[in-house]
């Protein structure tokens, strides 16, 4: 199953659009790929490390947060 999400919101909302977004998907079993543009990757890996631990989905590559270069923008 494909999914995306794209949020514009203020920073509390898109955290917490994020957080349900890549968590809900994590625990059904889904690859995650998160590209963020307005905040770090480990940013958002801290968020999701409150809201569980997505350490082992990192190292099975079950999900990956990427940065947007500056020049694709």
């Known amino acids: 199953m494909k999914l995306s999400c794209w ?5 509390p909302a ?3 659009l994020v ?3 890549i968590c ?15 905040c770090a990757p480990d940013y958002v890996l801290r968020l999701l490390d ?5 350490s ?9 947060v990427l940065r947007v270069p500056k020049t694709l923008i």
Do not use: I, N, P, Y
């Open 14 to 16: 898109r955290d917490d």
């Open 56 to 64: 082992d989905c990192c190292e099975m590559h079950q999900l990956e």
């Open 50 to 54: 409150v809201a569980s631990d997505v």
């Open 7 to 11: 949020a514009r919101l203020d920073v």
């Open 19 to 21: 957080v349900q977004f």
């Open 24 to 38: 809900a998907a994590l625990a059904a079993g889904e690859k995650c790929t998160c590209v963020v543009d307005s």
